[in-house]
């Protein structure tokens, strides 16, 4: 079929023409809208900020820790599923922030509870002395080993 005019296949008229790609700001808007309908931008911007200032340790070192973490007065880990809040962790640190859902950061903000409850009001050495708050943080992705 022939056209009345040319479609032109170079520069910013064909540029028009073509969809958008998936890095464009419009995608990724429709993207954040679809994923995200609970939380604000800013909400999750914050949520975002405080997660990875609280989560000090790699998706590497944690799924190494939750697959290996020693027995403390219960069932070896072999025995038992890995935390489930550890395990949204590891899936987290491998999302950017535009493919993040719902789900995702109700448990950041699950994460950030836990961190902030566990240290509230204690020294590094209150903390690093309680082999089981250790545990817990470390389950979560929070070293308390690692400063700053």
């Known amino acids: 079929m022939d056209l009345p005019w040319s479609v032109p296949r170079r520069g910013r008229a064909a540029r028009c023409l073509r969809r958008p790609r998936l890095g464009s ?3 990724r808007d429709q993207r954040l809208e679809v994923l995200v309908t609970n939380y604000t931008p800013v909400e999750v ?5 405080r997660f990875h200032q609280v989560v000090n340790m790699t998706s590497r070192e944690l799924t190494d820790w939750v697959g290996v973490q020693p027995e403390l007065d219960g069932p070896l880990p072999g025995d038992e599923p890995a935390a489930p809040l550890g395990t949204a962790v590891i899936e987290i640190l491998g999302k950017r922030r535009v493919d993040l859902t719902d789900e995702d950061l109700d448990a950041m903000a699950r994460v950030i509870e836990v961190v902030e409850s566990e240290t509230d009001g ?3 050495d209150e ?10 943080l470390m389950t979560v992705g929070h070293d308390p080993y690692r400063t700053g």
Do not use: G
Request: hydrophobic letters at 35%; proline letters at 0%.
């Open 45 to 49: 911007e914050e949520i975002w900020d």
């Open 127 to 136: 903390i690093l002395a309680d082999e089981r708050r250790r545990h817990r």
């Open 122 to 124: 204690l020294t590094q």
């Open 25 to 27: 700001r419009h995608v």
